[in-house]
T-cell receptor
């Protein structure tokens, strides 16, 4: 079952902050975050693992609440380059396939 | 190092035909996953291969199949094309399965007329 992302779309001014949420109805092993710019391939941002381990880009922060099967991606002091569609992908157990949410469109304006 | 490459980049087919798409992963990556991306359904997992073995399969009909070769290159095949198969097909590679970032290729845009 596909995780649910919210909001579906958000518009920001440069320098503003945003939070993108990803929620699953199933217990999760890991949550992955990717960003896709228009006409380009998705690019890896971060992985959060059950138990607290995580890896990803230094300037990106995220959280994973295992009890609630929810993850949030925090975008602070947004820049124009942050614009794109953000996808969360969830893994129910190690080695399971990634199931992606419907995406959150983020637009940062000058 | 070179990224994931997919060929062809664009393809136009008619209903009933079949198509084969190719993906070359990053050197040293043994896992290859395929996704279908459409505006309405988002990114949907098709299948994943690791060391020539299919490890996971998404919820797609049997018309969709794939394989992986000993050099980790992968192909996916869609037989008896339907209009609804029009989509961007993305391939992603990673070094190992699970807890590992995936590197996506540019995709193959398939249009079925």
């Amino acid at each position: 079952q596909q995780p649910v992302q919210s909001p579906q779309a958000v518009i920001l001014r440069e320098g503003e902050d945003a939070v993108i949420n990803c929620s699953s109805s199933k217990a999760l092993y890991s949550v992955h975050w990717y960003r896709q710019k228009h006409g380009e391939a998705p690019v890896f941002l971060m992985i959060l693992l059950k138990g607290g381990e995580q890896k990803g880009h230094e300037k990106i922060s995220a959280s994973f609440n295992e009890k609630k099967q929810q993850s949030s991606l925090y975008l602070t002091a947004s820049q124009l380059s942050y614009s794109g569609t953000y996808f969360c992908g969830t893994e129910e157990y190690a080695g399971n396939m990634l199931t992606f949410g419907g995406g959150t469109r983020l637009m940062v304006k000058p | 190092k070179a990224g994931v490459t997919q060929t062809p980049r664009y393809l136009i087919k008619t209903r009933g035909q079949q198509v084969t798409l190719s993906c070359s992963p990053i050197s040293g990556h043994r896992s290859v996953s395929w996704y279908q991306q459409t505006p309405g359904q988002g990114l949907q997992f098709l299948f994943e291969y690791f060391s020539e073995t299919q490890r996971n399969k998404g919820n797609f009909p049997g018309r969709f199949s794939g394989r992986q070769f000993s050099n980790s290159r992968s192909e996916m095949n869609v037989s008896t094309l339907e209009l609804g198969d029009s989509a961007l097909y993305l391939c992603a590679s990673s070094r190992v399965v699970s807890y590992n970032e995936q590197f996506f290729g540019p995709g193959t845009r398939l249009t079925v007329l």
